[in-house]
């Protein structure tokens, strides 16, 4: 034991001694953090769910009794806790369109009404004719947007009340005019028929009760950005691994440390042991500027202790095992630099595990990123208590365990061929 | 006494024993040492001894063998068959004890570059077992038997070759190996520090070190060396004091008496180039 710590002690002072690079192993980690949490943070959400709404409205009706256009615009000014419609009001069709198609979202949808839109709803009406296309509407082509959904609902619901109110009108003239009974004409006031049903539809979701149930998740982007770049920097850590080994077979000293009177694994014990300590440093470093600087939600200091150790003690033996399968330095920076993209990219890294198809989660844990952030965006987003993220924690540790046995059966300390002397 | 060149090289092709003669002890024991890479006998059946605090000279040309007998005898290669004693233990059954024996200053500079000359050596003094305070005197005394005191909050990146293989040679005395395995310790050295390391090791042959030392350069050999073994495709050809060296002759053949142990080299290993 004492030879393993003395070799790790060697390994620490000569990092040591490397002090620029020392401080690059923060500050890069660091400032991608920042940049990445800064620049992205809407993805994640701020914490707030208000939906934010652009319209585009050219209403060509002039007429003193055009109604439509009126109630639409009068519909759509809306701004709550929930919903914020910002109402924009053009000349002409081209520049609504203009709007929506503008590569900086000027507008969601754009609608326009045109001339004697009410007329010829009142005209259907007198008719019994369904109202058509009164209203236009435009959006880009081919797209999901739900702010496009609201939009319509509203416009529709405006329309349906007109019509519902119209509609109402015209049955009790008809009830009015069946044998039998008689109406006194000016009692019957069209207007007052169709306030009432608006009023009536503008109170119907008095009927429902709005309850809540559960716990929201709102994400702050920096949860999600600090443990994924700060695993992310850790595994690219695995270089040092394989390098500080493979130097030692380079400079020759690896030899000298094999004829000296100490066992083999002691010798890449003391190595890994140098490897986790910096590993966890780095880790533990990151995540205090994150709780102090950009206030990452820690609830559970010994849960996310426990993940960075089993993090640190993965990826650590995850280098042993590239070290055992590599042989040069040259090879191990392109394999190094797939293993970590790959991992970090649908384990987690950079967007929550969570939001990936439930299919792909189960096959990501084939890389150590998965489980560190399963564990990290248990803990710091989802609320997770211990019992609850040990799963990850022991997942770590087997894997890293594994990673290292198979690492000790296929590294080879002595060359195979004779040295030609 | 070998009457002729061609009786010591018969002799060597059987594989006895070869003694010191001079009736000092026996240190080391090289017994039947064979090594085979896949089809390739790179080692074969190579037997010698090396008496107490002897410089015993192993001359062969590139491709001889030296570095695997070498790697052998210092346990960081497995003999195919083939034991080696030193001071009686066999480095194949007790390998860790008779590795706190034993001494190697390996061809290539083998040096932490990146930290100092005491450093270098405080760390192999822990790793061979020495206590805080033997390290810090005993690497006080090697940097000064080296000629680096002065030098040793250094890093060693910063030394010239021949600095870096007196810190390369003091490594191995740390931890005072009774036998000492010198690879050609002044390849690419400037004429001082070679004159260095030749007192340095007539020095350590005084104080009783046993020390086994290979060579391209044949003054080396000459100026240094008790018995000499000239080695090639794995086995030893010749083998004597300098002076039964360059005594022999085939008289059979009437070989020209070789003037000096270079020219002897070459009669018995040839002229061809070796990789």
């Known amino acids: 034991m004492k030879t393993l710590w003395y070799i790790a002690k060697k390994d620490l002072l000569q990092i040591s001694k490397d002090r620029n690079g020392l401080i690059l192993m923060l500050l890069v980690p660091l400032v991608l953090i920042s940049v990445v949490g800064f ?24 007429a003193q009794n055009a109604f439509i256009g009126k109630t639409i615009a009068s519909a759509l000014k809306i701004n709550t806790r929930q919903l914020a419609i910002t109402v924009n009001e053009y000349r002409s069709p081209a520049q609504v369109i203009a709007q929506v198609e503008a590569a900086n979202n000027a507008a969601n949808v754009g609608i326009v009404i045109p001339v004697g839109a009410s007329q010829t709803l009142l005209n259907d009406l007198q008719r019994n004719v369904t109202p058509k296309n009164l ?14 959904t609201v939009v319509q609902n509203i416009v529709n619901t405006v329309v349906q009340s007109i019509l519902a109110g119209r509609a109402s009108v015209n ?16 009692t019957i006031d069209p207007t007052t028929i169709a306030t009432a049903i608006a009023r009536a539809n503008s109170e119907a979701n008095q009927a429902i009760e709005t309850l809540s149930a559960g716990h929201a998740v709102t994400i702050d982007p920096f949860d999600q950005v600090l443990p994924g770049y700060a695993v992310f920097f850790s595994l690219l850590g695995l270089n040092a691994v394989a390098a500080t080994i493979l130097q030692e077979k380079e400079d020759g000293t690896f030899r000298r440390l094999l004829i000296a009177p100490i066992q083999k694994y002691a010798l890449l014990g003391g190595k890994m042991l140098a490897q986790f300590l910096v590993t966890l440093a780095q880790l533990s470093i990151i995540f205090l500027v ?61 967007w929550p595990l969570f939001l990936e198809p439930t299919w792909l989660q189960p096959l990501a844990k084939i890389g150590i990123t998965a489980w560190a952030m399963e564990g990290l965006n248990g803990s710091m987003i989802l609320g997770k208590g211990f019992m609850d993220v040990l799963p990850d924690i022991l997942g770590l540790l087997a894997y890293g365990l594994i990673c290292l046995m198979i690492a000790l059966r296929l590294f080879r300390f002595q060359q195979k061929t004779a040295i030609v002397r | 006494m070998p009457e002729s060149l061609s009786e010591i090289t018969y002799t060597a092709k059987t594989g006895p024993i070869h003694s010191p003669e001079d009736g000092r002890a026996v240190e080391v024991e090289v017994q039947h040492l064979v090594k085979t890479f896949g089809k390739q006998e790179a080692v074969k059946d190579l037997s010698f001894t090396i008496g107490k605090s002897e410089i015993f000279g192993l001359l062969g040309p590139n491709g001889a063998g030296k570095s695997t007998i070498i790697n052998m005898m210092c ?72 000629g680096l005191y002065d030098r040793r909050k250094e890093a060693v990146k910063k030394f010239s070759g021949g600095m870096q293989r007196r810190i390369n040679m003091a490594i191995a005395l740390m931890h005072r190996p009774v036998f000492l395995m010198m690879d050609e310790p002044t390849v690419g050295v400037d004429p001082q520090s070679r004159e260095h390391i030749f007192a340095a090791i007539e020095q350590l042959r005084d104080q009783g070190t046993t020390i086994l030392y290979t060579t391209h350069y044949m003054e080396e050999a000459e100026r240094l060396c008790n018995r000499i073994a000239i080695i090639d495709e794995g086995r030893i050809i ?15 053949r009437e070989v020209q008496r070789p003037h000096g142990l270079q020219e002897l080299f070459i009669q018995l290993t040839g002229k061809t180039l070796r990789d």
């Open chain 1, 39 to 62: 620049t992205f943070g809407s993805f994640y959400g701020s914490g707030s769910s208000q939906i934010q709404i652009t319209v585009a409205l050219n209403n060509q009706e002039t």
């Open chain 1, 135 to 148: 209203v236009q509407f435009y959006t880009l082509p081919n797209t999901n947007d739900l702010r496009i």
């Open chain 1, 171 to 186: 049955q009790v003239y008809q009830v009015c005019h069946q044998p039998g009974n008689h109406c006194a004409q000016n």
């Open chain 1, 290 to 350: 994150g709780y102090f600087v950009f206030k990452v939600h820690i609830s559970d200091w010994l849960t996310v202790s426990l993940l960075l150790i089993s993090t640190s003690f993965a990826a650590t033996g995850l280098g042993m095992l590239l070290v055992s399968l590599v042989k040069t330095r040259a090879q191990i920076n392109p394999v190094v630099t797939l293993v970590v993209l790959i991992t970090s990219a649908v384990g987690g890294a950079w």
């Open chain 2, 75 to 146: 346990g960081y290669l497995e003999p195919t068959s083939g034991d080696t004693l030193i001071a009686g233990q066999s480095i194949t059954r007790e390998p860790r004890k008779v590795k706190r024996m034993i001494g190697v200053v390996p061809q290539e500079i083998a040096l932490y570059s990146d930290l100092n000359a005491l450093e270098n050596l405080e760390f192999f003094g822990e790793i061979y077992g020495l206590s805080s305070k033997e390290r810090k005197e005993r690497a006080a005394t090697l940097l000064h038997f080296v």
């Open chain 2, 238 to 252: 010749a083998l004597g004091t300098l002076e039964q060296l360059l005594a022999m002759r085939d008289q059979q």
